[in-house]
């Protein structure tokens, strides 16, 4: 009873976890938050040192909330600092909560975690935790709960299962006995909340753990930093700053406290800013930005970066005006990262309020689940929506269905009884790979043969006939080679090598539905390489029954909602134009920016398959924009 009632009265005083405490932070649709390292903190205990941060800090960005830590690598903040750091802030007006990162260092450049079997480092962990707890009501652990050592104990602990296996278990009692019965020991109120970070299709190879952990612990938190995809060693893609936050908020309903964006690893400051648009595009109650040093470090060198191809153009994130709102101290006074993340919130909290809950295709993703990694945020930067789900979405009118769902026993039985609902079911190559011979064609007689075609060319069919083609691409792409029984099945956008062709969406209809099969090239960025008309086709089907989509080219991501709003975001390097299309005719689309109406292109003649016979598409109502350069727009659909 004592650990329930505290528990209510730090939701009642900090707002933790819930969404509507948003509303109450200095933006109107989320609260921000600074995350503070232990060696920042033990700074700020300092009274004069504190003062001369925090000023630099307000002068840069609003923020709510701030994450004191008091253990990282060995380092432990004393108990006379934690309160004196907390203090200071509440006399601020601050909400404050506390931080542990639970890691040992590491060497060669490499993360260094406990030794869970070691006596030395259980204690340190038990003791960082007792610490945190001491002191907040709510603590959050940064993304290192998670175990890397292979000693000669951890080796005769494991015996014969799996180090995946060993590693979730050992994880789970972890977490019980030496973080959360000695937080809520110390303090009954103590809401403890694990942070997750991005790299979630291989969290159980490392005992994070989607399953149990989420309701073992008070929260959870997401990370949203996905940094630079082309020099990181991650290669994450934009789309997942948006899309993680999604499949969080399904893996723990109203207990996703928001998303954590670094300033690291990235080649120009629009990178930065789109991480913080996506975060809240996804509608995160809280944002925190990792870490207070670096934000207000007025030696920490911020460059605008490469961004000489669009500099000059009106772009979301403007270099100039951000600039301008930084209210200097003098000529030796600069702003840092801080301003760069306050104009960037700024601007994208102006626009939030319109947009309703994000909707997207339901992509079922197992939990402890991998394959095809990250497929799903690679299809959101060519356009198509996921909404990655823990679980089978029963009544959907679309499931899209990677390589990670084998690992549900009975997905062949939850795809025929889809189908036979009326529902429709997109799989991947990767998919049929896996499933081809464990009862996947009881469905369809598919089956990828293990060799690979380049595709030189993209045909889009109509049903018997010679098709038209998609266009080319500057190199052939290489996708794997898909058998099947003509007539049986239809290749509705095939590729063609020479004389040999390659379906690239394949339908068959069963029982009241259609599965189709997507192939996915064997780099999946190389879908970024393909024609954009190949790429709109494959909208025009996956996006059938969706409230809106795009005909644009790759690297175009659009975030729809509930209530007939959208967002669309280019992280292109120039201009594009491109063409938003709503299905029915008659529709109306508002900029929601400037207020005015997009002005709708004429209704194209009638669509002839190669017999010259009228093909009856759909009815769409088609609108051109023009995007800039890593920027976004929202709109409202009306009728």
Known sequence: ????????????????????????????????????????????????????????????????????????????????????????????????????????????????????????????????????????NEVILDDF?????????????????????????????????????????????????????????HFQGLGFDLDKEPRMFDGIYTGTETRDPYVTDQLLQQYESYGIIRYFDNIRPG??????????????????????????????????????????????????????????????FNWAEMAKGYKSLGKDDHFGWGRIAGYSLEEVDKALGDLGHPIGIPSYKPVQSDGEDFLQHYLGNIGIPSEMTPTFPQGAKLVLLTEEAKYDPDIVKKIDAQLKSGGNVVITSGFLRAMQDKGFKNIAEWETTGRVIGIREFINGFGAGNGTSLGQPKTPIQFPEVRFYTNDSWAIIRGTAGSKGNPLLLMNDYAKGTVYLLNIPDNPADLYAMPQAALSQIRHYLLADFPVRIDAPDHVAVFAYDNATLAVESYRDAASGMNIVVPGEGAKLRDLKTGRLVAAKAPPPPLKDPRGRVVQAPPATVFPISLEAHSWRTYRIER
């Open 1 to 136: 009873m004592r650990r329930l009632l505290g528990a209510l009265l730090a939701i009642l005083v900090l707002g933790v976890l819930s969404p509507a405490g948003a509303d109450a932070g200095k933006y109107k649709n989320f609260r921000t938050a600074i995350y503070i390292p232990v060696y920042g903190t033990r700074l700020l205990a300092d009274p004069a040192e504190f003062a001369r941060q925090f000023d630099r800090m307000q002068r840069q960005l609003k923020f709510d909330k701030v994450y004191v830590e008091v253990y990282r690598n060995h380092m432990f903040a004393t108990d006379a600092e934690a309160e004196a750091v907390k203090k200071a802030f509440e006399a601020k007006g601050v909400i404050v909560a506390g931080g542990v990162t639970l890691a040992a260092g590491g060497k060669n450049g490499q993360f260094g975690t406990f030794d869970y079997e070691n006596p030395a480092d259980r204690a340190e962990c038990q003791k960082a935790s007792e610490l945190a707890a001491r002191h907040f």
């Open 145 to 201: 709960f998670f175990y890397t050592t292979k000693s000669e104990a951890d080796i005769a602990a494991k015996g014969e299962r799996s180090w995946t296996q060993y590693r979730l278990e050992k994880m789970r009692e972890v977490a019980k006995d030496l973080v959360l019965d000695p937080s809520h020991k110390v303090n009954p109120a103590a809401k403890v909340i694990i942070k997750y970070p991005n790299w979630y299709e």
């Open 255 to 316: 207990g996703n406290g928001g998303g954590w964006v670094d300033t690291y690893s990235i080649k120009y400051a629009d990178r930065y800013a789109e991480q913080l648009w996506d975060t809240v595009f996804a509608k995160a109650p809280e944002i925190t930005l990792f870490n207070w040093m670096d934000l207000v470090n007025p030696h920490y060198p911020v460059e605008a970066g490469g961004r000489s191809a669009w500099e000059k153009r009106p772009t979301s």
